[in-house]
Nanobody
Framework: QVQLVESGGGLVQAGGSLRLSCAAS????????MGWFRQAPGKEREFVAG????????NYADSVKGRFTISRDNAKNTVYLQMNSLKPEDTAVYYC?????????????????WGQGTQVTVSS
């Protein structure tokens, strides 16, 4: 079992920045690839960014490429999502998730554990 707790969400103006954190407890954090997803009201949950177990490889949705950066600190059992140049369309609940896959996966059902989510609201 892995427990995931997100933090760092909030209200920010367009063009601003936020850094989300996801703290993991339970089984060895470094054995999981991690992902960030988001879900806006009335929309399906979508992949935002992923990172491999070691942190060597990352992947991003086209909508956030160049603005968001995913990273992890296995010593602190934490994965981060640095979000810059935020836009109103980035408004959503952001979730972190863990997968036993050895590669980055973008499909929701490939993830084994999920956090409770943190709200990000970007005002125009």
């Amino acid at each position: 079992q892995v427990q995931l707790v997100e933090s760092g969400g909030g209200l920010v103006q367009a063009g601003g920045s936020l850094r989300l954190s996801c703290a993991a407890s339970g089984r060895a954090f470094s054995t999981y690839a991690m992902g960030w997803f988001r879900q806006a009201p009335g929309k399906e949950r979508e992949f935002v960014a992923g990172i491999t177990r070691s942190g060597a490889i990352t992947n991003y949705a086209d909508s956030v490429k160049g603005r968001f950066t995913i990273s992890r600190d296995n010593a602190k059992n934490t994965v981060y999502l640095q979000m810059n140049s935020l836009k109103p369309e980035d408004t959503a609940v952001y979730y972190c998730a863990a997968t036993s896959s050895i590669v980055i996966v973008t499909i929701i059902h490939e993830y084994d554990y999920w956090g409770q989510g943190t709200q990000v609201t970007v005002s125009s």
